[in-house]
C-alpha cells in the first residue's frame, strides 16, 4: 500500500491527540532493544515535553516517529506510531514531512554552506509551488535576526543557527514539530528566546509540537504535559506542572546538583508509584 493512502488526509476525523506511541519496540543492528513498549502522545495544538538522562532514548523516539532509523541500521519491531488516528508506523519520512510532521534534528542540521535564505527554501521542498518569496518575509517576522543575516549559514552563531532550523521546519507548514535539545549549546539567555519563540509557534500559529530537551526547568515551564524517559520507556507522566512539583522530578531533574537516574528508587515503589 502507498504510504501516502496510511495517513489521515486533511477533513479526516480528528482525535484530541494529533501523535500516538502505542508499545513502540526499537532495535538497532538487528540486536540491540533501545525503545522496551515506548507509548505515549501528544495533544492537538499542545506542547508536550519529554525528559530523561542522556540515553533514556528520547532522540530514538523522535527518530521512530520521523521515519529515520533506517538511517542508523534501526527499526520498528512493534507496536505503532498512529498520526491523525492513522497508523503511519511505517510510512517513509519525506510523506510524513509532506503530511505535517518535521524533525528539527539535534545540533540544528543547518546547510553550512548554504545561504540562510537557501537553507530556508530547502524547508519547503515538500511543498512544490509554494510562494517561497512572501513565507520567507514570515519566517523574518518571527527571526527579524534572520533577515539581517545574508552570508552562509556556517557563520552563524549558535542561537542564529537554532532559529534557522525552526525557521526551516516552518518553510515546511507542519503540523507537529519534534524537536531534539534546542537548547543545546546555547546561552541562558538564548535559550529563553528560543523557547519564547517556540511557546509562539504553538500559540499564534497552533503548531503542536514535541520537545526533547535536557533542560528540564525550562521545558517544563513550556510545556503542557510531560513524560520521563528511562531505559527506553515511560517512568512517569503527567501534567508539566505536575511534574515540575513532585518531589522525586525536583530532586533528580530540578534539583541543579548532580542529576540521578530513576533506578536508584526501588523497584516496588515505582511500580506503587508510577506504574
Known sequence: MDGMSQIAPEGAAKTDDILTLNNIEVVFNDVILVLRGMSMSVGRGKITALLGANGAGKSTTLKAIAGLLETEDGA????????????VTYVPA???????????????????DMTVVDNLRLGAFSRPG?????????????????????????????????????????????????????????????VKEVFGIIKRLNKELGISILLVEQNANMALQAADYGYIMENGKIVLDGPAEELANNEDVKEFYLGGGERRSFKSVKSFKRRKRWL
Do not use: C, H, W
Open 76 to 87: 520498528i519491531t512493534r507496536g505503532e506510531v498512529l498520526y491523525n488516528g492513522a497508523d
Open 94 to 112: 519525506d510523506k510524513k514531512v509532506r503530511n505535517g510532521v518535521f524533525l528539527v534534528m539535534e545540533g540544528r542540521g543547518v546547510i553550512q
Open 130 to 190: 509554494a510562494n517561497t518569496t512572501k513565507e520567507i518575509e514570515e519566517i523574518y517576522e518571527f527571526f527579524p535576526r534572520l533577515r539581517e543575516r545574508t552570508g552562509l549559514a556556517g557563520y552563524l552563531s549558535g542561537g542564529e543557527q537554532q532559529m534557522l532550523a525552526i525557521g526551516r521546519a516552518m518553510m515546511a507548514r507542519p503540523k507537529l514539530i519534534l524537536m531534539d535539545e534546542p537548547s543545546m549549546g546555547l546561552s541562558p539567555l538564548l
